[in-house]
């Protein structure tokens, strides 16, 4: 039926009138046709590789019809047919052309569906309704759209150096349809064809099997230091049934190598400060990408640098090791510096370790600082501070101790230093003895009050009889000093020996005791604490103080009783004057002119003492 007439000839498919209402029931198809449209005048149908093509005959059925007829036009123009329906048969055949078996449908109201669109299909398709004596054709354009995949940064380069142009990488973006147009970009900006900096050459091919574009476009890129860590993107813009779209690529970003423009130089340490016996990392980096490995470190007092990685350690550090240090580059280009102060604390303590003098001997101590700082010095005597530094010029039992001298530099962590003095205070035993009736009146109490170091040993002697006393009462030992006490009721007067004796000397010293019954001058005992000193000079202020008042009340006595002496013997003349001279007078009469006469020589007679006690 191919190739056999139907009845009139039909006119140029130009000259066909297209009808615009469809069989009754039919409707416009859509979905995966996508948006249709007429374009010059011919009815268009865009679908989506893959898809289902639907084409609507969009003649209107004419009376009489006998058949209806599909076929698709070559690109010499001549015509192909792919499918047949007989109005009166219902009955469907499709030509056998390779390329739609199987692929084809014909529903009753004449519309031809394509199943698995290809790009092959891109074709002008014609519906022919035929009737006995008139053929009808409605040309139908199909458009196939195929996205392509998302674009990939390919053979990407290791990396990027400043100052040279480098391939960046290839962007491919395959299997679309038509073919698609790639575009660069740095952190989201276009990036423009440079002369020498941004060079881009797209590259587009076509697989023959399919008819899908691949697309690649290269990049050629020179950076600065300042694209270090920039991100670099691609994409790709196609056309779809329903436009123009994009798809982006994942973003690549590139290690940028750049030459070292600077070096620093910094001390690593754990602390803000450094003191001697520390260890000392220095570190010399340069701002280059990657960035340098070797460096020369300048040590004071060296005119080579020494070579070595980028870190240099110095240990067990001295206080020589203060100075200005440096780095640079092995070719000792862009050097920098930094200076290390190395603190250090120094302790003379004069004398020191254990040191023994004897009672009453002077012994200076000096405790010298030599330090890189202002230090702070502390004098500790047996675990208590001392708020003065010590000085002896007369060495008492009470110096002997534990000296400390501490000092500190406080800006400085861990810089501490510390010396000792262990003094010990020697003498010979020194004895007083003293003895004390007890209040019962039944006993009486002997003393011997004990000083010395080391400390001595007390025993008590009965002299004649030689008879040792072993009941005697020891009190503590304080200062080197302390006391041994008996308790005794002698029956008759007797002499006791108290004998001290330690590793310097044996002192021996005796008391006369009177029997109980014998009354004797008590001796007070002495106290032994640190306060003995201070009591016995309070003592000897009221002694004097008494021993003044005495005087003074002696002189006054002897003043009073000259003054009385004289004033009776002057009495006693005026009496006899009066009588004498007044006999006749009453008696009466005569003690009142005696006592007037009394009172003024009284009265000269005081001022005659007064004047002599005045010179």
Known sequence: ????????????????QSKRRLPHGSVWPTG??????????????????????????????????????????MPNGSPVFIAFRSSTKKNVQYDDVPDYKNRLSLSENYTLSIRNARISDEKRFVCMLVTEDDVSEEPTIVKVFKQPSQPEILHQADFLETEKLKMLGECIARDSYPE??????KNGRVLQPVEKVVVINLQKTVDKSTGLFTMTSSLQYMPTKEDANAKFTCSVTYFGPSGQKMIQSDPVVFDVHYPTEKVTIRVLSQSSTIKEGDNVTLECSGNGNPPPQEFLFYIPGETEGI??????????????????????????????ATTITVHYLDLQLTPSGEVTKQIGEALPVSCTISSSRNATVLWIKDNTRMQTSPSFSSLQYQDAGNYICETTLQEVEGLKKRKTLKLIVEGKPQIKMTKKTNTNKMSKTIVCHVEGFPKPAVQWTVTGSGSIINKAKETKYVNGKFSSKIVIAPEENVTLTCIAENQLERTVTSLNVSAISIPEYDEPEDRNDDNSEKVNDQAKLIVGIVVGLLLVALVAGVVYWLYVKKSNDAKGKSEKAAAQNFPSLPRTASKHVDKDLGNIEENKKLEENNHKSET
């Open 307 to 336: 070579r070595s990685s980028d870190t240099y350690v110095m240990a067990d550090v001295r206080r020589n090791a203060t100075g200005e240090y440096k780095c640079s580059l092995t070719d000792k280009s862009m050097m920098d």
């Open 1 to 16: 039926m191919a190739g056999s007439g139907w009845g009139k000839p039909r006119a140029p498919a130009s000259s066909v």
């Open 32 to 73: 995966l046709l996508g948006r249709k449209f007429e374009a010059l005048g011919l009815y268009t149908v865009n679908a989506v590789y893959g898809d289902t093509i639907t084409m609507p005959c969009r003649l209107e059925v004419p009376d009489g019809l006998m058949f209806g007829k599909w076929k698709y036009e």
């Open 180 to 185: 698609g147009n790639i575009t660069w970009y």
